[in-house]
């Protein structure tokens, strides 16, 4: 029975991925930092590793007899550039040698879209083209690629793009949420007219569990997001719709965002926590959108995403209502 290695268990992308690995009889190794964080896997029949990415030996050890390696931790949010670039960059290829000492076979990593940077207008970013990150976290999450591809040498490796990836287990898009459902209100950014790839998490960790199966070239990047790109006023009233709540628009124009993030970033040096609309985050909410296209993963694999805008944004809505925060 193969074994695979999955990192960020405990988080969103993770612990869907330490499922769908387990729902397809692989053996399933969780690295974790803290054991007493393991929410969504407390009842799953897993091993575990505990360890931190900073730790070579951990790292080593948690990689002693895988035959895959699924790498979902990273960092979204941080006080400082060398934060970013520590985890999301240095680690990988601290990983990614760990793991071709232990004799790792393939390498899956989970980036993401802002590595790429965003689109211009309606022209989806493919794979071809050159990497323009506009933010530190995007330009770290392109150093983890980087470095993975010069640490990987003999082993194989998959590196996955998905853009701004909703369901359950997320709290990145509560805010949106609750704006909408309990005030009416959907912040309408700078000029209000980007549109933006999405995917739901299933379909992500579908992706992830095919790069770990997948026969034919390896080595490959793919762009992993829905046919349709999402038009967040549209979606918004989606989500008001579950409520039946009329929602209204708040303008937000670029320089109020930027003396938003500015004021955010001063407030997190001071508390020490990373602010979510930094201005690092508004540089990303600003540009003329992130679109990518999904052509060369539906071309190479016949990967079709399951679920639409709709059905995620439903799903999502239902976990938080669940959870008690809506």
Known sequence: MKRVLITGGTGFVGSHAVEAYLNAGWTVR???????????????????AVGKLSDRDSLKRAAEACDTVVHCAGLTKALHKE???RVN???????AEA???????????????????????????????????VSVYGQSKLAGESVLQEAAGDMEWVILRPPAIIGPRDWQ??????????????PKFGSGRQLYSFASVFDVVKALLMAGTYEGPVNQLYFVAHDEPVDWQIASQEIAGYVNRRVRN?????????????????????????????REKVKEILVSGWVCSNEKIKRDWKFECDYDLRKTLRITYDFYKSCGKL
């Open 30 to 48: 969780a690295f974790i930092r803290d054991p007493n964080r393991l929410v969504w896997l407390s009842n799953l029949n897993i091993e575990t």
């Open 83 to 85: 934060e970013f670039f």
């Open 89 to 95: 960059g240095d680690a990988v290829r601290d990983f």
């Open 99 to 133: 793991a071709r000492e232990q004799g790792v076979r393939r390498f899956i990593l989970c980036s993401s879209q802002a590595a790429a940077g965003p689109s211009c207008s309606e022209q989806p970013r493919t794979e071809a083209d050159e990497p323009a990150p």
């Open 173 to 186: 898009f509560l805010p949106l949420f609750k704006g909408i459902i309990k005030l009416g209100l959907y």
């Open 250 to 278: 708040l303008t937000l124009p670029a320089g109020l965002l930027d003396m938003i993030g500015t004021f955010n970033d001063a407030v997190a040096s001071v508390s020490g926590k990373p602010a979510l609309l930094s």
